[in-house]
């Protein structure tokens, strides 16, 4: 069985705890970091682009509309 364990600590306390880590323990943290952050843009991007589908009639309405838009000009 696993138990949860909260702790509340500031920013500071992190920042010493990562101070006193060995420098490869801090590489894979920061790579930990960059990947989750990476992970978040990429879900922000994702919510932002947002398209609807597009019907076979829609794109040939639209472009009929744009040829006779043409044929007139």
Request: charged share 30%.
């Given at each position: ?7 509340d ?65």
């Open positions: 069985m696993k138990s949860l364990l909260e702790v600590i500031t920013l500071d306390q992190v920042l010493a705890m990562v101070k006193q880590l060995p420098v490869n323990e801090k590489a894979l943290l920061s790579k930990e970091l960059e990947k989750d952050a990476i992970e978040s843009k990429l879900s922000k991007l994702l919510g932002t682009v947002e398209t609807d589908e597009l019907s076979l009639d829609t794109i040939n309405e639209e472009s009929e509309i744009v040829r006779q838009q043409i044929y007139e000009s």
